[in-house]
T-cell receptor
């Protein structure tokens, strides 16, 4: 799996958009980008994933650069309940293992 | 929706005791997984089951056994617990191979004294 790089932490104001960056400069053509989050004492929660096109669902938007070397997860209106560790993961299609790195600790402040 | 359910949520064992962690999913997923998470570390895959009737080792299988009881249930057994197995254990499931995401339970917090 390609390695990902995320900032260790970031703050966000409640009600504002949170933009979480992720670098994956060695990503291969058949690797998807996944985002998960882990709220304290809970299991990882799937947010969104994509290959090369931008994706949006009810939780977030995923913007992948044209060269696929980086991506941004956007939480459009952050709430206090979005405070969590966010993980950016790249995974080869048909690979069973998800490799969780250190992630970004996001703190949403009132 | 229940999703992935793990039991028990908490357990304390003595060294050498045995225990089975249970996991069940109601999403009709083919694949199921067991991970462990230690403080300051990411999740590490212990075992997985690509489909009913099959199991395979992950990154850290030593000291564990698994059983895919049926399509819904995947259990993890510690035959002789050791303090190094103190961890939070997460079960996950996914639809099939390919790019489908894994969905996780809320974990079993296991302490071995």
């Amino acid at each position: 799996d390609a390695k990902t790089t995320q900032p260790p932490s970031m703050d966000c104001a409640e009600g504002r958009a949170a933009n979480l960056p992720c670098n994956h400069s060695t990503i291969s053509g058949n690797e998807y980008v996944y985002w998960y989050r882990q709220i304290h004492s809970q299991g990882p929660q799937y947010i969104i994933h994509g290959l090369k096109n931008n994706e949006t669902n009810e939780m977030a938007s995923l913007i992948i650069t044209e060269d696929r070397k980086s991506s941004t997860l956007i939480l459009p209106h952050a709430t206090l309940r979005d405070t969590a560790v966010y993980y950016c993961i790249v995974r080869v299609t048909n690979d069973y293992k998800l490799s969780f790195g250190a992630g970004t600790t996001v703190t949403v402040r009132a | 929706n229940a999703g992935v359910t793990q039991t028990p949520k908490f357990q304390v064992l003595k060294t050498g005791q045995s225990m089975t962690l249970q996991c069940a999913q109601d999403m009709n997923h083919n694949s199921m997984y067991w991970y462990r998470q230690d403080p300051g570390m990411g999740l590490r895959l212990i075992y997985y089951s690509a489909s009913e009737g099959t199991t395979d080792k992950g990154e850290v299988p030593n000291g564990y056994n698994v059983s895919r009881l049926n399509k819904r249930e995947f259990s993890l057994r510690l035959e002789s617990a050791a303090p190094s197995q103190t961890s939070v254990y997460f079960c996950a499931s996914s639809e099939n191979r390919g790019n489908q995401p894994q969905h996780f339970g809320d974990g079993t917090r296991l302490s071995i004294l």
